[in-house]
């Protein structure tokens, strides 16, 4: 079932994997200006699994990408400007500045789910988005990432569990780079492969060289058509590795100099551009072309994101609330109204309140945190009370407790 690519197919994916790259290249300097206000973390060298897999999905389809997944985001077409502007919190971003990192999507146009800081929870919610898709008659596939740190979580089993039992048309690349923060993969799981994880929910599951685009893509191709065709999700292993820390902060001093080594002789665009000159898919002129149409681009959107005012101090709590009117087309079930829940108002004081809870005495006299209602009256001395209060819970458990033990001893000593 493995499609051939095109030449102009070959050439989308080595044009991917360069802007991707470009993009983060541009970022670390954007970085070292102080101009990135949040994290920056790096998908240096796991280039072809954001794109190969992204590229294998159709427009309406759906993903989510993690951290490491730029690359994905460029192949569904998100211009580099908005990547940069959403690093650098500027008002012209997705989130209008309300965020310095990934956590934006586009639900109207690209079909992208933001990313969700706490990891696995993507598997749950893409699972829900590819069953929606099925109750709406659309025949999309989902499709998420997650690190190999990231598939010891629960909501990994939760969610790729529940994904099994509702035959949901999800994709999930599981993408092992052998490190998760400064733990290296042995010391996480006893698995030799991560894909075999899949067994426990009856699903199937590949395993791939993450640092061959080509075999990525066609694995990942195969994956979304069988999801496609009702067959249930599947579970993608890529193989590779974090080329950088986890973030630009890690160094990542831990990582063995002979493992940096043979990963970075295994560098997936140089590999690719090997792969293309042999199949003669790739000449000097078309590589120049490709370059300079890169930089170009990407002079342009930086030019744009720099000159993109921060967001305005009077907006800072616009946005930050869904008041489901203007923000969001699903709307919230208001159990309070709105005008009650969302600033300034927050603070007003609950309406659930429960008479006597919160304001009881304890069996001392003092303060309780919790009234059940069984303290003193108020105009008891607290010695009396405090005799009640020991004494009428001593008497109870005791005859509980002959109660249930004697049937049990009889039997023993009958034997
Ligand atoms: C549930 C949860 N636990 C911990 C974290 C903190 N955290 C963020 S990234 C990370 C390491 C993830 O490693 P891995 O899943 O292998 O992804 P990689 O960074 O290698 O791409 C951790 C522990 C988190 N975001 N969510
Ligand atoms: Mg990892």
Redesign the pocket.
Known sequence: MKKELTRQQHLDLYYYMRLNRAVEDMMVKLFRQNKIVGGL?SSLGQEAISVGTAYALEKKDWLAP???NIGALLVKGVPPRDIFMQHMAKYDSPTKGKDGTSHFGDLDDLHIVSPI????DLIPVMTGVAMAGRYLGQKIVAMTW??????S?GVFHEGLNFAAVQKASFVLIL?N?L???STPVRKQVPLENLADRAKSYGIDSYIVDGNDVVAVYSTAKEAVERARAGEGPILIEAKSF?RMG?AQHDPAEYVPKEMRAYWEARDPIALYEKFLSSEKLLDARSKKEIEEKIDTLLAKEREFAENSPMPPAELAETGVYCTGDDCHKIRAKWERPVAEVTPPRSSVEAVWTVPGFGSGKGSGGANAPIHFGDTRPADAKPAEAGKRAVKAPAKTAAKKTVKAAQPGASRKARR
């Open positions: 973390y993690m951290i490491r800081s706490m990891l696995g997650i690190g190999d740190g990231g598939s979580t993408e780079n490190w998760a923060y974090r986890h």
